[in-house]
T-cell receptor
Framework: IAGITQAPTSQILAAGRRMTLRCTQDMRHNAMYWYRQDLGLGLRLIHYSNTAGTTGKGEVPDGYSVSRANTDDFPLTLASAVPSQTSVYFC????????????FGEGSRLTVL | GQNIDQPTEMTATEGAIVQINCTYQTSGFNGLFWYQQHAGEAPTFLSYNVLDGLEEKGRFSSFLSRSKGYSYLLLKELQMKDSASYLCAVIDNDYKLSFGAGTTVTVRA
């Protein structure tokens, strides 16, 4: 079934540790995104990629990095996790940036202690 | 930054109609989306408006007024499965998609 796969679905992490959330899509979409969702704040864009080889900063990029080596994969890395990064993280894709609906992965629930 | 406002919570009875309003102030406008999100799940696409007027899709309709910076999502013949959060999202002139905080709708029997 075509779509977006995220891993892990849930993770508890000690503060200061490095963590990479994986995201893979098989729809050949050019644009991919990482959002975090916190109660009362809604979805906030962390980083995005318009096409393979390019990335851009969203609304809340500090403490996060991304790479887009190919069309399908868009990993999100927390270099040194802090408790404020406890959140649900959603990866999404669209045919092109600003064009067409977003397709979301099932989310990764991250708890930083 | 972008400003997208929608009510936090709404409650309605099964079979009734509920209207969820969304007002926005953004750096330009290139379209407005509504998404549905059930608890613990990913958001799923409901509707897209780029021109003024009403878009109808089954029990769900979405309205847009660009001059007023206003949209609403209308849910008719409410069913228990419609209990979810409804997210309003706007694309600005830089083609950045920003979301409101969401409206949690509870449908009661």
């Amino acid at each position: 079934i075509a779509g977006i796969t995220q891993a892990p679905t849930s993770q508890i992490l000690a503060a200061g540790r490095r963590m990479t959330l994986r995201c893979t899509q098989d729809m050949r979409h050019n644009a991919m995104y990482w959002y975090r969702q916190d109660l009362g704040l809604g979805l906030r864009l962390i980083h995005y990629s318009n096409t393979a080889g390019t990335t851009g900063k969203g609304e809340v990029p500090d403490g996060y990095s991304v790479s887009r080596a190919n069309t399908d994969d868009f990993p999100l890395t927390l270099a040194s996790a802090v408790p404020s990064q406890t959140s649900v993280y959603f990866c999404a894709s669209s045919p092109d940036r600003g064009a067409g609906e977003l397709f979301f992965g099932e989310g990764s629930r991250l708890t930083v202690l | 930054g972008q400003n997208i406002d929608q009510p936090t919570e709404m409650t309605a009875t099964e079979g009734a109609i509920v209207q969820i309003n969304c007002t926005y102030q953004t750096s330009g406008f290139n379209g407005l989306f509504w998404y549905q999100q059930h608890a613990g799940e990913a958001p799923t696409f409901l509707s897209y408006n780029v021109l003024d007027g009403l878009e109808e899709k089954g029990r769900f309709s979405s309205f847009l007024s660009r001059s007023k910076g206003y949209s609403y999502l209308l849910l008719k013949e409410l069913q228990m499965k419609d209990s979810a959060s409804y997210l309003c999202a706007v694309i600005d002139n830089d083609y950045k998609l920003s979301f409101g905080a969401g409206t949690t709708v509870t449908v009661r029997a």
